[in-house]
């Protein structure tokens, strides 16, 4: 299984900066809390998701992972859980749905996670085509156990200054939520700018060349 050191670190700043809601508080060992990071680059999307069961959701959470009980998380347990956790995540971009791509993940081992301390982290992106400049809207709807969990969803600081979050939108228990942004392409122009800036000083040159070839062919 592969270790996502970009999950630990910036997931780690996302609970460190976003208040949990009272009901996680409250309801932190009996319940399974579900972090959602979202990146937005001008390349694509990137779905960050830290996933913690509580002591006493621990071993249900487990019975859909470790499938045969025997105490070991394999990498094919591991990606099952990843696609099953897949199918209950809903993108869309401007109203369209987006496809995800599983692209990685961290598991601790059963017993760390049955003390309701073990992080489960995940890793999605979207790929897409040319992103028209303007404004956008990202929304992300998590449908992954309901009757178990409770949710976090935020939008990470763009890394890129053609990206700007405009704003985020929430519903009540954060499992879904909108994210506004702008996209503004920097330019690139046909002619590079430094064949623009030396095309006057060329054509000085170029006209006073003809004008001396002119005297000089009037001379004979």
């Known amino acids: 299984m592969e270790t996502l050191t970009v999950i630990r670190s910036r997931l780690g700043l996302l609970l460190a900066l976003v208040a949990l809601p009272s009901s996680a508080l409250a309801?932190?060992?009996?319940?399974?809390l579900q972090a959602t990071l979202v990146a937005i680059d001008p390349g694509g999307f990137l779905l960050q998701i830290n996933l913690t069961p509580g002591v006493a959701v621990a071993d249900q959470v487990l019975a859909l992972i470790d499938r045969?009980?025997?105490?070991?998380?394999?990498?094919?347990?591991?990606?099952?859980?990843?696609?099953?956790?897949?199918r209950d995540l809903i993108v869309r971009l401007d109203q369209r749905t987006v496809e995800l791509k599983f692209t990685g993940s961290n598991f601790p081992d059963p017993t760390e996670l049955r003390t309701g301390l073990g992080i489960i982290q995940m890793e999605f992106s979207v790929k897409r085509g040319a992103l028209a400049a303007g404004p956008h809207k990202l929304t992300v709807e998590n449908r992954h156990l309901p009757a178990l969990s409770v949710y976090l969803l935020n939008a990470a600081r763009p890394e890129s200054a053609s990206v700007q979050i405009a704003g985020q939108k929430r519903n009540e228990n954060q499992s879904g939520g909108e994210i506004a942004f702008?996209?503004?392409?920097?330019?690139n122009p046909s002619i590079p700018v430094g064949m623009v800036t030396?095309?006057?000083?060329?054509?000085?040159?170029?006209?006073?060349?003809?004008r001396q070839a002119k005297k000089k062919w009037k001379a004979y």
Not at 182 to 187: A, D, K, M, N
């Open 27 to 32: 309801h932190r060992l009996d319940e399974y």
């Open 68 to 86: 045969d009980h025997d105490g070991v998380i394999t990498t094919n347990e591991a990606t099952a859980y990843a696609e099953l956790l897949k």
């Open 182 to 187: 702008e996209f503004h392409p920097p330019p």
């Open 198 to 210: 030396s095309l006057p000083a060329f054509l000085v040159v170029l006209f006073a060349g003809l």
